[in-house]
C-alpha cells in the first residue's frame, strides 16, 4: 500500500534520487519538423504536455512563450515556437479531442499559448484536479512528483533562457522531464483511484514529514 501526504516538506525533495526523461528528445525548429511530429503523436495513446518562458528581470518585461514540450513516455519533442510560431499543425493537436492529453495548471500554458494565436481547446485533463480528489494540497509538480514516487525532478533551470540560439542539454532534459512527469502522475494517480491501494496521511504541519 502506498502512503501519500496532502502536503509534502519541501525541504525533504533535496534528497531524493533524482528523475529525469529516459527517452528520446528531437528539438523541432520549422514548420515541417512540426507537422511532422504532430502526425506522429496523434497516433500515441497518451501525451504530456508542459510549456516553457523566458523569464523577465525587469519590471514590466514578458516574453512570449517560447516552447512547447509534447511527450510519450519515451519520445518527446519540442517545439520552440519562437522559431515557428503557433503552426497549423499544433493548433491542430491542441484542438484534438481523441487523444488523451495531460498537463499540470494547464490553464497558465493554455492562455501563454493563445497569445501565439486562436485556437479552441481540445480535450486535456489537468492533473491538479485529479489530485485534489485525492486530498492531496501541495500542487507543485516537484512536489507531486515527490509524493507519489519518493523521486526530485530538478528546477535548476527552469530560469535558464529558453530563447538562446541552441538550446543545452540540461534544458532539453529539463524540458522534456516535466511533460514526461505529467504521464507518470497521471498514469499513478489513475492506477491508484482504480485499486484504492494506498493511505492518505494528513498533516498540519509539512514539518511533521
Given amino acids: 500500500m502506498k502512503t501519500i501526504y496532502n502536503k509534502y516538506d519541501k525541504q525533504l525533495i533535496p534528497s531524493l534520487p533524482r528523475a529525469t526523461f529516459p527517452g528520446r528528445i528531437y528539438v523541432v525548429l520549422s514548420k515541417t519538423e512540426a507537422d511532422r511530429a504532430v502526425d506522429f503523436l496523434l497516433q500515441q495513446p497518451i501525451l504530456g504536455f508542459d510549456t516553457e518562458t523566458r523569464p523577465s528581470f525587469k519590471r514590466g518585461k514578458m516574453y512570449k512563450v517560447s516552447l512547447l514540450q509534447v511527450a510519450t513516455p519515451d519520445i518527446c519533442f519540442l517545439f520552440r515556437l519562437n522559431h515557428t510560431g503557433l503552426t497549423p499543425g499544433l493548433v491542430k493537436l491542441l484542438e484534438d479531442k481523441n487523444v488523451l492529453k495531460v498537463g499540470l495548471s494547464w490553464h497558465d500554458d493554455v492562455n501563454s499559448l493563445h497569445h501565439l494565436g486562436d485556437f479552441k481547446l481540445g480535450t486535456f485533463v ?4 485529479q489530485a ?3 486530498g492531496i494540497e501541495d500542487m507543485s509538480l516537484q ?12 528546477k535548476t533551470d527552469q530560469l535558464s533562457n529558453w530563447e538562446r540560439d541552441v ?22 494517480l489513475e492506477r491508484l483511484k482504480q485499486t484504492g491501494d494506498y493511505e492518505l496521511i494528513e498533516v498540519e504541519d509539512q514539518k511533521e514529514l
Fill in 126 to 129: 489537468d492533473i491538479q484536479q
Fill in 132 to 134: 485534489k480528489e485525492f
Fill in 143 to 154: 512536489k507531486l512528483f515527490a509524493n507519489l514516487f519518493g523521486k526530485r525532478i530538478s
Fill in 167 to 188: 538550446l543545452n542539454d540540461k534544458q532539453k532534459i529539463y524540458a522534456a522531464t516535466d511533460a514526461w512527469a505529467c504521464i507518470q502522475l497521471y498514469c499513478e
